[in-house]
């Protein structure tokens, strides 16, 4: 159809047999026998095609060169050894720290009538918390 005419154009019509078979023709058993067969060892495509594809700097990418994995996890491998040697430095205000905080847990400035106080404020409200949860599982 032509578009604003409205007209229709007509299919050409070829008659099958004024068709003719020569030597050169392909053979319709050639023309549909599968011969791409992709295999699992190969890649689709060469590994710079895929680089090109995809953005090989995007930071959503997954596969990485082995040099680069490597480069980076190197890196990983000194902070984590800067973090650690950080750990071993110690201040004596950090030994201060640590000391007085020994200390405190040592030193407990409750009594046992106050913990056990405590304790049974906790299993009560665990017991009310218990209770409610049965109460709303049989209204629904």
Do not use: C
């Not at 078979?21 to 053979?27: G, M, S």
Request: proline fraction near 7%; charged fraction near 30%; glycine fraction near 4%.
């Amino acid at each position: 159809m032509i578009p604003g005419l409205g007209q229709d154009i007509p299919w050409p019509f070829q008659d099958p047999e004024k068709f003719d078979d020569n030597d050169v023709d392909t053979l319709r058993i050639t023309v549909d026998e599968v011969t791409d067969r992709p295999y699992l060892l190969q890649p689709p495509m060469p590994t710079s095609v895929v680089d090109e594809l995809r953005n090989k700097y995007s930071r959503f990418r997954k596969r990485h060169e082995p040099e680069y994995i490597a480069a980076k996890e190197a890196a990983f491998g000194q902070t984590d050894r800067k973090k650690l040697l950080g750990k071993l430095v110690t201040t004596p205000s950090m030994e201060l720290q640590e000391r007085n905080r020994l200390e405190r847990a040592a030193t407990s400035n409750l009594t046992e009538e106050q913990l056990a106080a405590i304790g049974k404020v906790m299993a009560e409200a665990r017991t009310t918390a218990v209770q409610e949860v049965k109460e709303a599982a049989a209204q629904s």
